[in-house]
Every structure is written in C-alpha cells, then in structure tokens.
C-alpha cells in the first residue's frame, strides 16, 4: 500500500471482484476523514472494555493490533472526549495516535476488512 501511495496517479479499490472506489491517494484518504485517530490497549479484554465504553459505530475494533479506530475531522476535540469517556470507565490507553489516514486505513473503512484478507486495490496512471 505504502508503494500504491507515494508511486500511482490514481488508485482502484478492489473488493470481492468489484470497483467500490477510485481516485488519487489524496482524494481516497479524504473520503475517510481528515484524519485517524488509533487507539491500543494492554490486551483484548481491555479492548472489549473499551469497545464496549464508546460502543459507537464510528469506530472499528482491529483485533490483530489490539486496537480502536476512527475517522475524525476535529481529532483534538474527539480525543479529549474520548480519553474523558474511557477514564471514566476505568480503561486503561496503551498508546494513542492521531494523524492522515493510510490507504490501509481507507480500505478498511470502505470495506470493512484489512488488505491481509486476500484483496488489494490496484494501482494505474504514471508510476504504477
């Protein structure tokens, strides 16, 4: 993906044999928000907890990193308020990021899975 991003003038998102999106690396990321804001956990019982705290369907539970994810356009705000809500609950923040989505990040929000499940977007244009 890392390659796709820095080499390809558009990109097709692929998923189970059909197109669900395309643009330039730019212009996918912003479809998922302006940025992302990851947060991880000790280990997944207090992943559940947390899960369980902000139970929003803004987020998504990555299991393999332990992890909460959500696109954010104000992730200053969303953050105080979330560490607010989850030390409230007595849930414990391993680690916190804030930043631009990747274009991981973008196909997990548009499909719902990780790249590692067999489908990959394909790159076109110069560079690709």
Do not use: N, Y
Request: charged content about 25%.
């Amino acid at each position: 993906m890392d390659e796709a991003d820095q080499l390809a003038d558009q990109i097709v998102v692929v998923d189970h044999g059909g197109v669900i999106a395309e643009g330039s690396a730019s212009e996918l990321k912003s479809r998922v928000g302006a940025d992302r804001l990851v947060l991880t956990f000790s280990g997944p019982e207090e992943l559940d907890r947390a899960a369980r705290a902000v139970s929003s369907s803004r987020f998504e539970v990555d299991r393999e990193r332990g992890a909460l994810t959500m696109a954010t356009t104000d992730g200053t705000a969303e953050l105080r308020e979330l560490l607010g809500v989850l030390g409230a609950a007595g849930v414990a923040v391993e680690t916190v990021a804030l930043g631009r989505p990747t274009l991981d990040d973008v196909f997990l929000t548009l499909t719902g899975h990780d790249t590692s499940d067999g489908a990959t977007p394909s790159a076109g244009g110069r560079g690709a």
